[in-house]
């Protein structure tokens, strides 16, 4: 008990004396204060989260400084994927509104996706879910279901490979299949 006490403690010194510089450098970096105030908080949560491993950090303010880096950087990937994944959807969705035939083939292909999907087991269709239709990467994945790295992948492979099997035995039509192992991948 007076062990967590004095984490709080030190917690909150921390905070106290990082939180501006933290925001000021995130804020410098993205130049969106909206997104150094998200990034400034998460920093901070995965900082309490390791407080088992205070001890073996020997200069906290290069410690943070890297933290504060690393998110940044995480932040541009994460927003070129979004990005990326924002062009591939208004494409599709050009596509899809110049005909009424690649509607109703969505609509099928989606509905193919949703069986299949109801085929995996439930880490499995974990795995795919929280990677492909919620955009986590693989050791983001990993961490939102308490597994490994190496347990997250295998699970992610092991569905998509599942999916692919499970699309090829069922889908006659090749174009819609293709369209279908587009959208799953």
Excluded at 113 to 139: H, M, V, Y
Aim: proline share 1%; with cysteine; glycine share 2%.
């Amino acid at each position: 008990m007076e062990g967590r006490l004095l984490q709080e403690q030190y917690f909150i010194r921390i905070f106290e004396k990082y939180r501006s510089p933290v925001y000021a450098y995130i804020q410098s970096v993205t130049g969106d204060a909206y997104a150094a105030e998200e990034l400034t908080q998460e920093l901070f949560i995965k900082l309490w989260n390791k407080k088992d491993h205070w001890e073996k950090i020997e200069l906290m303010d290069q410690y943070i400084r890297r933290m504060a880096h690393n998110a940044c950087m995480t932040w541009f990937r994460k927003l070129a994927l979004d990005e990326k994944l924002l062009l591939t959807v208004k494409s599709r969705q050009r596509l899809e509104s110049n005909n009424v035939e690649n509607h109703l083939d969505y609509k099928e292909a989606q509905q193919h996706i949703k069986d299949a999907l109801s085929t995996l087991s439930p880490q499995r269709r974990k795995a795919f879910e929280l990677s492909r239709q919620q955009g986590l990467r693989l050791n983001e994945v990993a961490e939102a279901m308490g597994i490994s790295f190496y347990t997250a992948n295998h699970h992610l492979r092991a569905a998509l490979s599942q999916i692919r099997e499970y699309l090829v035995k069922r889908v006659g039509d090749k174009n819609l299949l293709l369209f279908i192992l587009l959208i799953v991948n």
